[in-house]
């Protein structure tokens, strides 16, 4: 099974940006669809209150995002260092949250049950 594993997360103030890592132990291109999900704080119980950010998709490497980060939020893919990026800019304060990245054999991309294997998560928080 795949084990995934994020860094970057961070305190920023509004207006800033960050970049988080998604190490994962095999590579994902044509294998896995990866998604970030994020869970804000006091939202729900845990895993039930992640809600879809952006996605890769398994079978030709296309990417989808939530509304709510469109046109700040750029997901991408280093094959040869079996990581996926989500790149953060513009960033709110209402975008503070734990982020986790996931994998999905299959090619639905915006369910969380629909993706098998979970990162531990990292936190952003952004100050305003």
């Known amino acids: 099974q795949v084990q995934l594993v994020e860094s970057g997360g961070g305190l920023v103030q509004a207006g800033a940006s960050l970049k988080l890592s998604c190490s994962t132990s095999e590579r994902t291109v044509g294998r896995y669809t990866v998604g970030w999900f994020r869970q804000a704080p006091g939202k729900g119980r845990e895993f039930v209150g992640r809600?879809?950010?952006?996605?890769?998709?398994?079978?030709?490497?296309?990417?989808y995002y939530a509304d709510s980060v469109t046109g700040r939020f750029t997901v991408s893919r280093d094959n040869a260092k079996n990581t996926v990026y989500l790149q953060m800019n513009s960033l709110k304060p209402e975008d503070t949250a734990v982020y986790y990245c996931a994998a999905s054999k299959g090619g639905t991309y915006y369910y969380r049950a629909l993706y098998d294997y979970w990162g531990q998560g990292t936190q952003v928080t952004v100050s305003s």
């Open positions: 809600d879809f950010v952006a996605a890769l998709t398994k079978s030709d490497g296309s990417a």
